[in-house]
């Protein structure tokens, strides 16, 4: 076995090495713009990421804009606190989608909304960062076209960052997305018999 200090002088040479790798990286990355995120797969924690992320958002003093696409969410801890946030717009689906509801038109009708609201957000240079959650089921199932939802991303304010969850994400987003995540489901203690925790799920 080698002596301790070589380790020492190996692991000093290792990281200066790769110091300098991202501090060239670093250099390289010189654009100033905002960014495209996408969420997407099966495990827990695109939600908690887009939420997280708008923390640190707000901790600058960033103004910021929230759509669940998802209706009746509003007795969520997110919900509950970023709505008292003055420099946060909350919105949540009125009526519409979710996993219990078979009505197509009123689903449509309600999504077309949402979207419409979405515009006007992406149109609005005050807003630093938005967060459309679950946006992608309304694609999924056909309630907003692809193209549009793009098309309006796309041409948002240069400093304005985005963020979209959903399980799965249309072709169309991630054709112009800058950063895409994917949540692996490898355990979920659902499967090992627990139950939705406030503070955890909602
Ligand atoms: P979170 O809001 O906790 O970040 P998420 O946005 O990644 O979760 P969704 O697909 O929106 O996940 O599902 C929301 C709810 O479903 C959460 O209560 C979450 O814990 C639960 N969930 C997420 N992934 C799984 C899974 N693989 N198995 C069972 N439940 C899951
Ligand atoms: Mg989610």
């Known amino acids: 076995m080698s002596q301790p200090s070589d380790e ?26 905002g960014v495209l995120i996408l969420m997407k797969g099966n495990g827990k924690g695109k939600s908690s990421s887009g939420f997280g992320t708008m923390a640190r958002a707000l901790g600058h003093g960033q103004r910021c804009g929230v759509i669940q696409f998802i209706k ?32 197509l038109e009123q689903d449509r009708a309600a999504a077309g909304q949402a979207w ?3 515009e006007q957000l992406l149109s609005d240079a005050r807003y630093d960062f938005l967060l459309f959650d679950e946006l992608s089921y309304m694609l999924k199932y056909g309630h907003l076209e692809a193209e549009r939802v793009a098309y309006a991303i796309a041409e948002r304010p240069r400093h304005q ?24 489901d490898e355990q979920h203690a659902f499967r090992l018999g627990v139950k939705a925790q406030a503070g955890i799920e909602y």
């Open 72 to 103: 009746g969410r509003r007795e969520t801890g997110e919900y509950r606190f970023f709505r008292e946030h003055e420099q946060v717009d909350f919105h949540v689906m009125g009526h519409g989608f979710s996993w219990e509801t078979r009505d």
């Open 116 to 118: 419409q609201l979405a």
């Open 8 to 33: 020492s002088a190996r692991h000093q040479r290792r990281m200066a090495r790769k110091k300098q790798v991202v501090d060239e990286r670093i250099a390289a990355a010189s654009e100033e713009r």
């Open 161 to 184: 960052n985005v963020i979209v969850t959903g399980r799965t994400m249309a072709r169309e987003l991630q054709a112009i997305a800058d950063t895409i995540s994917v949540i692996h």
